[in-house]
């Protein structure tokens, strides 16, 4: 059974005169004017998680070819996003993020450590943007490709010490950091911050539609606090007699499920896990159940058009109100951690369908702001030049020499190897050399721009892909914006100066401190 640290969440109560967040540091672009503000009525937030620009490159290149453009790069205002955590218990930076940390920046305006969900740097609760656009009265949305309780999704509607804290069970080594000394810390007075994350989304009513993946997270007790509050819940999280939820008690959502939801407020679950990426699910037979999955494409345009609903229209003059939504590509950052080139591509592509259904949404509308970003970069992930390898590879790597000015040489210059390690470099990595776990050797990809005969993984691909790690890096991000108010995503700017933006976008003011 689930032990719980907090039995009863309530909606979060919030007056809408009342702004938690942080002020906008001085180098930010400036505010938009009250009358941008008055034109916006719907704010979409879209982050293809571990995106950096390399992949948004990478992506047109493979799908469009060197001249030819991503939906996300036809938005008309770019600029880029610095992504850095600060340390547990400082203001000190820690140059590498993780999407907890960088998703609480967003979501609450606030710089935390890594593995940290809507808590500060010293654990103390933030508001998040979406916990006071719901208080206000806008609609609100949820949708990914991850569990629902990974922590993209989870920072925008619950708070945790630990990201791993997400359920269905509680324990200290998921929910508890550590000490020094190897021991935990006590639990906090608050105890929300110790409550497993699915408990926490079913019983908050924060977000109205919520879409992903994650079903094996929740309980039927769950699905009854869910079903209490007024949600249509799609599948069914399980029989409530079991002692423990399986696969084969819990039944996941399908995207005909999804087809047929009308409710004000509907969660999808469409996986007990993450759902499964494209380029796999493309590759199963018809009747594979992981078929019946939707595509974010299709998990984006029915959001849009249930928190639309919601308000008798995006543009409901009476109301003043619209729903603010956000949208997570999670598996570009999953794929990319397991350098797995052709399943990144496939998600980044899968990813920019999303963000054309949200634009072509928003242009009809009029009255919609979509924002396209990503958490951090994953993976190093460059594209290389043809028939080239990545240093630690090169037959000759570079010599640290200078031949113009001596000064410059490094000692000692490194040494030519003469060949190729044979146990890392056995070929193209998804060519001839794939079967060797140890390849690190390139992947080749065709492009528009190849001859008809050119095949993936040969060496006549043009498209040459390597990565540096299978880990995050500190790298910049980029950020389209389209819609009333987008000037003001047209800067180089930190990733807490996002929450401070939308909070305008939204409410026609700029957000108080949160501490």
């Known amino acids: ?91 000190k930076p820690s140059l590498v993020t993780d999407s907890a940390s960088s998703a609480t920046a967003w979501s609450s305006g606030v710089k935390t450590y890594n593995a940290a969900i809507g808590v500060d740097a010293y654990e103390k609760k933030v508001t998040t943007l979406m916990e006071q656009a719901h208080a206000a009265g806008f609609a609100t949305g949820n949708v990914s490709t991850a569990e629902i309780t990974d922590a993209t999704p989870a920072a925008e509607f619950s708070h945790a010490l630990l990201r791993g804290c997400q359920g269905p069970v509680y324990s200290d080594a998921a929910c508890l950091p550590k000490k020094d000394d190897g021991s935990y810390e006590a639990a906090p007075a608050d105890k929300t911050l110790v409550t497993p994350i699915a408990e926490q989304i079913a019983r908050n009513g924060t977000a109205d539609i919520i879409l992903g993946g994650g079903l094996a997270r929740f309980e039927p007790d769950d699905q009854k606090a869910l079903q209490a509050q007024g949600y249509q819940v799609l599948g069914n999280f399980g029989d409530p007699k079991l002692p423990a939820q399986t696969a084969a008690s819990q039944q996941v959502a399908t995207k005909a499920d999804l087809d047929k939801a009308n409710g004000k407020k509907v969660i999808g679950l469409f996986n007990r896990g993450n759902l499964t990426v494209e380029h796999n699910k493309a590759a199963l037979p018809a009747d594979a159940p992981q078929k019946q999955e939707p595509s974010l494409a299709d998990m984006t345009r029915k959001s849009i058009q249930l928190l639309s609903d919601r308000k008798g229209g995006s543009y409901d003059r009476k109301a003043k109100k619209g729903f603010f939504l956000q949208v997570e590509g999670a598996q570009i950052d999953k794929r990319s951690h397991a350098n797995d080139a052709a399943q990144t591509l496939d998600e ?165 401190p949160q501490h």
Not at 20 to 31: D, I, K, R
Not at 68 to 89: D, H, I, R, S
Not at 398 to 416: C, I, L, M, Q
Not at 473 to 494: K, R
């Open 1 to 91: 059974m689930r032990r719980r640290p907090l039995k009863t969440l309530t909606v979060l109560a919030i007056a809408s005169a009342v702004a938690a967040g942080t002020a906008v540091t001085a180098n930010s672009a400036p505010q938009q004017s009250d009358a941008s503000h008055q034109d916006i009525r719907n704010v979409i937030y879209l982050l293809g998680d571990g995106m950096g620009r390399t992949h948004v490159t990478a992506a047109r290149d493979r799908f469009m070819g060197a001249g030819g453009k991503l939906t996300m790069e036809t938005l008309p205002v770019t600029g880029a996003v610095a992504t850095y955590a600060v340390e547990k218990n400082s203001a």
């Open 348 to 512: 980044i592509k899968a990813f920019d369908d999303a963000v054309k259904a949200a634009y072509e949404f928003a242009k009809k509308d009029g009255h919609t702001l979509v924002i396209v970003t990503a958490d951090h970069e994953c993976a190093g992930f460059n594209i290389i030049e043809k028939g080239t390898y990545t240093n630690a590879e090169a037959v000759a790597p570079p010599s640290n020499t200078d031949a113009g000015n001596p000064a410059n040489n490094s000692v000692p210059s490194r040494a030519a190897s003469g060949a190729k390690d044979p146990a890392r470099s056995s070929g193209i990595v998804n060519g001839a050399g794939s079967a060797d776990t140890k390849n690190f050797a390139p992947a080749t990809f065709r492009t528009p721009d190849d001859a008809k005969d050119v095949k993936d993984g040969s060496p006549e691909a043009s498209l040459w892909l390597t990565y540096l790690s299978g880990n995050h890096t500190g790298a910049d991000v980029p950020i389209f914006s389209y819609g009333p108010g987008s000037n003001v995503f047209a800067a180089s700017q930190i990733n807490t100066e996002l929450y401070g933006k939308m909070y305008r976008s939204l409410f026609g003011r700029s957000p108080q």
